[in-house]
């Protein structure tokens, strides 16, 4: 894990209100002693880590930064860029810290930021180049049905809302309470000399948890590696306007056997 | 169509295979009239090329007219005569826009296995590994190109083909090696390696300021054409070609030193012996002694050019000399697009005559004999030009 990634992403007084509940929480649990207390106790343990850390893997995951200002009920951007709607979500809930899979990914790509971030915030894009997607399709306003290839062949379908969206700059996502899978998501835009460069962030509980992750991989779904060839294949689409292939060129493999000439 | 197919080490066929087709929006097709072995072919030959596959097409020097273009081609249509420069490029990227070609990001659809090599994909190839793209070659009847908006350039008619031919790789390579050794007026250029991008660089480099090239190789033929191209010459099988260098420079050594040879040299020295062993028993995947030569010859101060190629990891690699005699180093891929306006002005012009290189002129049906001659440098083989159809 990279500095970034454990980043001050949690505000002053929410640190202090982890560390004490957290604290209360563990020492609860601890002297119980049974199995409630138990959670109890890691539930604490984490409380308190957010608190003496300040870094909260689901705030990262969902694209949202509390470590700054608030104003009318909303929470404002640490760099002053917009402002993040409707943080009390059920999925931070489902999304407990480092049980689930979190990928990050960037990627530079030479194009202007605006066109980039309109491309992804039409999600039904996104299969274009996310291979492990078969489809999105946008329903009501902010709500948009996924659904993506699984492993061995099963098909995982979820709706997902967006939770965070700020013009040119970052759109963030989950999947609503009840989804097969629990998935949260946010991507980044950011001007670098090079072009944009785009950043992912992508916490998912796959089906059967850890056991599916594994599962995952076997079949090739590694998910950095997934996300990092998805974002490769944007960046060819968006600069080169095509995904480079070679699936269909003629090759010795399809010679029809006649007799070599030498 | 006939293609020549890569079917192991030293196993080269011809082969009847399926005729290419548009798969993207940018690419064309284009009906092959002359395509040539490259030597770095021989590197593929010789099986020191990881990743390539029985069954993959060769050949990324060629030409020919076009025959279908994709709907996102519109500056080429069909029968235009074209080269084809060798590294696929998108034309789009940070590395295209900056005129580095060859190291495109878009263009190799396997970036990840380059990336596990070199930590970062270059530029796909034609007919030049998995690892580099995977693309089928052009020695075949046709040849389907990708980006074809970006690479294929248009050639006039009152040149022949063998006059155009080597703007697809040698000569731009060969030119490309003189450029980075920014010549001064008056330099001395040392030259290992007499093969055509050898002999290109020769000639460019005079083209560029040079008032002497040292022209180093052990072929008579291929050192009596570095002689027409104004070289001076040394046998580079002579144990004493670093004494020869600096007592013929008044005991500075040559301005810079290019490495024409690549990653199968051949040397007189106790360290091609140590090479060879290295790489049959898979301790090491390149022989350098070209390479280590040029660096030891080397003034203080000078370039190290180096359009040889090479694959992986070389042992014994002298940098404390490069280091502590300030060397600089400028290698790559060729970056072809750039090169191409400038260098048909030098054809058009009659600077040069790219033709000279040519000692065959074959059939494709003759390309497993051929690939084994050019190998071999039998039959005084210096460059082997195949007709397909």
């Known amino acids: ?262 | 169509m006939k293609a020549v197919c890569w079917e192991g080490t030293s196993d080269v066929r011809v082969e009847d295979v399926p005729d290419p087709t548009i798969l993207n929006p940018r690419d064309a097709v284009i009906r092959v009239t002359s395509t040539a072995i490259c030597g770095s072919d021989l590197h593929l030959f010789d099986g020191f090329i990881p990743t390539m596959r029985a069954g993959d097409i060769l050949g990324h020097e060629f030409m020919g007219i076009v025959e279908e273009v994709g709907s996102g081609v519109t500056n080429l249509k069909t029968g235009d005569r074209v080269i084809v420069p060798f590294p696929i490029a998108c034309g789009r990227c940070f590395f295209c826009t900056h005129d580095l070609y060859s190291c495109c990001d878009n263009s190799n659809p396997n970036a990840w296995m380059a990336e596990k090599f070199y930590g970062y994909t270059a530029a796909g190839l034609f007919g030049y590994s998995h690892m580099l793209g995977g693309y089928a070659g052009g020695q075949a009847e046709y040849a389907r190109v990708p980006f074809a908006d970006v690479g294929p350039f248009k050639v006039p008619a009152h040149l022949s083909d063998e006059q155009v031919l080597f703007l697809t790789d040698v000569y731009p390579t060969g030119f490309m090696a003189a450029e980075n050794c920014h010549i001064q007026s008056g330099d001395t250029v040392a030259v290992w390696g007499c093969g055509p991008v050898g002999q290109f660089a020769i000639r460019s480099a005079f083209m560029l300021g040079a008032r002497r090239v040292i022209a180093i190789d052990t072929v008579p033929e291929r050192l009596a054409m570095a002689t027409e191209g104004g070289a001076e010459i040394l046998d580079s099988m002579d144990p004493d070609v670093f004494y020869k260098l600096r007592a013929t420079t008044g005991g500075i050594g040559p301005d810079s030193c290019i490495d024409a040879v690549g990653m199968e040299a051949h040397g007189p020295h106790i360290d091609y012996v140590y090479d060879k062993i290295k790489t049959m028993t898979y301790m090491a995947t390149d022989r350098a002694s070209a390479l280590r030569q040029a660096i030891h010859s080397c003034r203080k101060g000078g370039t190290v050019s180096v359009p040889g190629v090479y694959g992986g990891f070389i042992d014994k690699f002298p940098f404390g000399a490069a280091m502590n005699k300030g060397l600089t180093i400028k290698t790559g891929q060729t970056h072809v697009h750039k090169y191409l306006p400038r260098l048909l002005r030098h054809i058009e012009n009659g600077d040069i005559d790219p033709s000279f290189v040519v000692t065959h002129c074959v059939s494709l049906d003759d390309a497993p004999e051929m690939y084994e001659t050019f190998r071999d440098k039998k039959d005084g083989c210096i460059k082997v030009v195949m007709k397909p159809h």
């Open chain 1, 1 to 262: 894990m990279n500095r970034e990634d454990m980043g001050v992403n949690i505000g002053r007084v929410e640190r202090w209100l982890s560390l004490v509940a957290g604290g209360a929480l563990a020492a609860y649990g601890l002297k119980r002693r049974q199995a409630p207390g138990g959670a109890a106790a890691i539930a604490g343990a984490a409380l308190l880590y957010r608190g003496a850390t300040g870094h909260c893997d689901v705030y990262q995951a969902l694209g949202v930064n509390r470590a700054y200002g608030r104003a009318n009920g909303n929470a404002f951007r640490g760099d002053g860029t917009g402002f993040i709607a409707d943080l009390g979500s059920d999925t931070r809930a489902q999304l407990g810290g480092h049980r689930g899979i979190h990928v990050e990914e960037s990627v530079t790509i030479n194009r202007p930021i605006s066109e980039l971030y309109r491309f992804w915030r039409n999600f039904e894009n996104l299969p274009q180049f996310m291979e492990h997607l078969k489809s999105v399709a946008m329903r009501e306003e902010g709500i948009s049905h996924w659904i993506a290839k699984g492993p061995a062949g099963m098909r995982v379908e979820w709706d997902a809302r967006i939770i965070n969206e700020v013009d040119n700059k970052v759109i963030g996502w989950q999947s609503l309470e009840g989804s097969m899978i629990s998935t949260a998501g946010s991507v980044n835009f950011d001007e670098d000399a090079h072009g944009t460069r785009v950043t992912v962030h992508l916490q998912y509980n796959p089906p059967g948890g850890r056991a599916g992750a594994a599962i995952a991989r076997i079949f090739g779904e590694e998910p950095n590696q997934t996300i990092r060839e998805d974002l490769r294949r944007f960046k060819q689409l968006m600069e080169a306007g095509e995904i480079p292939t070679t699936e269909g060129q003629p090759s010795g493999r399809h010679a029809r056997k006649t007799p070599k000439t030498a």
